[in-house]
């Protein structure tokens, strides 16, 4: 459900026995939390838009070091926070 693996909810409930209630609520509780809870989607290009957002926010005031190790921790490319994930969030805030 959460980096690095990405499970999908129902995918993790089959494997784990946890009911995909269960697991949907803990996800929208780590969202309102304002950490980032891909979607079922296993590749972070197909994240929304919010937790696209949410891993901008977390890493705007990283070095080069720490946003290399937080990338590893959430199974991303730098280049994909840098790069594509700005540029979503950018492609948004134009929308509002």
């Known amino acids: 459900m959460i980096p ?12 784990t026995g946890i009911t995909v209630t269960t697991l949907y609520n803990w996800r929208k509780e780590l ?6 809870a891909p ?5 972070p290009d197909s994240w929304s838009s919010r937790d696209k957002f949410l891993i901008v926010h977390e890493t705007y005031t990283m070095n080069e070091e720490e946003l290399a190790r937080y990338c590893r921790e959430k199974g ?8 594509t994930m700005c ?10």
Request: proline residues 5%.
């Open 39 to 43: 979607c079922e989607e296993d590749r």
């Open 87 to 96: 540029q979503d969030i950018c492609r948004v805030s134009l929308r509002w």
């Open 76 to 83: 991303l490319f730098v280049e994909q926070v840098i790069s």
């Open 31 to 36: 969202r309102a939390s304002g950490k980032a």
């Open 4 to 15: 690095p693996e990405n499970m999908s909810i129902p995918k993790l409930s089959k494997e």
